[in-house]
């Protein structure tokens, strides 16, 4: 199940990052099939590890706080 980012709620942040790298691959495979998102939503291999380093970032806060 996808989680949604919730502006008052940092943490959901974290939450919704770390599913989507979870589910990287079938997030890649779905925005690629469907030609009409591919260029706006498929993400590179720099943006993915870009998300990786964010998560842990998050993470260290959420161990802080």
Same mark, same amino acid.
């Given at each position: 199940? =996808? @989680?949604? &980012? =919730? !502006?008052?709620? /940092? &943490?959901?942040?974290?939450?919704? *990052?770390?599913? !989507?790298?979870? +589910?990287?691959?079938?997030?890649?495979? /779905? =925005?690629?099939?469907?030609?009409?998102?591919?260029?706006?939503?498929?993400?590179? &291999?720099?943006? /993915? !590890?870009?998300?990786? /380093? +964010?998560?842990? *970032?998050?993470?260290?806060?959420? =161990? @802080?706080?």
């Amino acid at each position: 199940m =996808v @989680i949604r &980012n =919730v !502006a008052t709620r /940092w &943490n959901y942040t974290h939450a919704m *990052i770390q599913r !989507a790298l979870m +589910l990287c691959k079938a997030i890649e495979k /779905w =925005v690629f099939e469907r030609k009409e998102l591919r260029d706006e939503l498929y993400l590179s &291999n720099q943006e /993915w !590890a870009f998300l990786k /380093w +964010l998560a842990d *970032i998050l993470k260290m806060s959420l =161990v @802080i706080l």
